[in-house]
């Protein structure tokens, strides 16, 4: 039977697993799942915790790779303008290894410290304290937790958060479909709003990561040539005078796959985004051509119902 009463030390341990999931980015995500899998219908505080657990490390993932985008880019920026502004060949490059080192540090850090936060979570949970991430927690807690008088976590709300993160999973290749995965086929009595939600994810999810991973020996396959052929072609045409017509060609052919690779890389990973909003804030949301194969039997449990 669903339970309000304190957690007892198996729940402590159970709880104190799924924080310390964060030691692992990415297989860690199988210890939170598994924990609420197991209680979410047992113990609302145990399966609370594996709620916020499982947020907290895929958003961990999504938090270090923007803001190693963001300090990759100011990188850039820098060692592009270091060398019109009239900086000196040395500082040029004295600047550029401080600040490659900078930015590895920097991230590296990041993720130390949202590691250190989650196992500060595991052990305040083993002591059989309720613990709350920053931010995150206190939000979650107002979002599942109505009413203290109520034995489950408010369960509309808890689909919806299951199939935010299943969608913002995509920032996570592999271990990212574990979520959807878990919500389509170990839940015999989810909602059928959420299995749509999850297996429209693994579909989606999947189809780009066999995408990605096409294109990824495409393009291993056109580099490799590329890298043999141009010095070949550069020194003949240095000894003829003359510049190769193909070279021009090759260069145009690896412009457009990195245009291509440039303009849908970005567009996969936003509609995931999107797809996590909407559903947070209630409202159904369907991928391009995959929504309309996968249309939910009966309305989605996305509307405030009570509980």
């Not at 999504?62 to 900086?87: D, E």
């Not at 059928?192 to 396959?221: A, E, R």
């Not at 409202?283 to 989605?300: I, T």
Request: charged residues 10%; aromatic residues 10%; hydrophobic residues 55%.
């Amino acid at each position: 039977m669903p339970s309000i009463s304190p957690p007892t030390s198996r729940d402590r341990a159970l709880s104190a697993l799924a924080h310390a999931g964060v030691l692992i980015p990415g297989f860690g995500l199988l210890a939170p799942l598994l924990v609420w899998r197991s209680e979410r219908d047992q113990q609302r505080e145990t399966a609370f915790q594996a709620l916020q657990a499982l947020g907290w490390q895929v958003l961990q993932v999504f938090f270090v790779q923007v803001t190693a985008l963001i300090l990759g880019l100011i990188y850039i920026f820098i060692v592009m303008v270091s060398g019109p502004i009239g900086l000196a060949a040395d500082k040029v490059g004295g600047l550029t290894t401080t600040g490659a080192v900078v930015l590895v540090l920097a991230v590296m850090g990041l993720a130390v410290v949202y590691a250190l936060i989650g196992l500060l979570g595991a052990v305040l949970c083993l002591t059989g304290r309720s613990f709350r991430y920053p931010w995150l927690g206190p939000k979650l807690a107002d979002y599942l937790l109505v009413s203290p008088d109520i034995t489950t976590l408010h369960p509309v709300h808890a689909d919806r958060w299951l199939a935010a993160l299943g969608h913002w999973g995509i920032f996570i290749p592999i271990m990212g479909l574990f979520t959807p995965l878990m919500a389509w086929l170990t839940q015999p009595d989810a909602s059928p709003w959420l299995k749509n939600q999850s297996i429209q994810t693994v579909i989606y999810q999947t189809i780009g990561l066999v995408l990605g991973g096409l294109l990824q020996v495409l393009f291993s396959f056109l580099l490799i040539p590329l890298t043999m052929i141009i010095p070949l072609a550069l020194a003949q045409s240095d000894a003829s005078g003359d510049f190769p017509v193909f070279m021009l060609i090759i260069g145009l052919l690896v412009l457009i796959v990195f245009a291509i690779l440039a303009l849908l890389v970005p567009l996969y990973s936003l509609l995931g985004f999107i797809g996590g909003i909407r559903v947070l804030q209630g409202k159904d949301f369907n991928y391009p051509l995959l929504g309309r194969w996968f249309k939910a039997p009966v309305e989605a449990r996305s509307t405030d119902d009570p509980l």
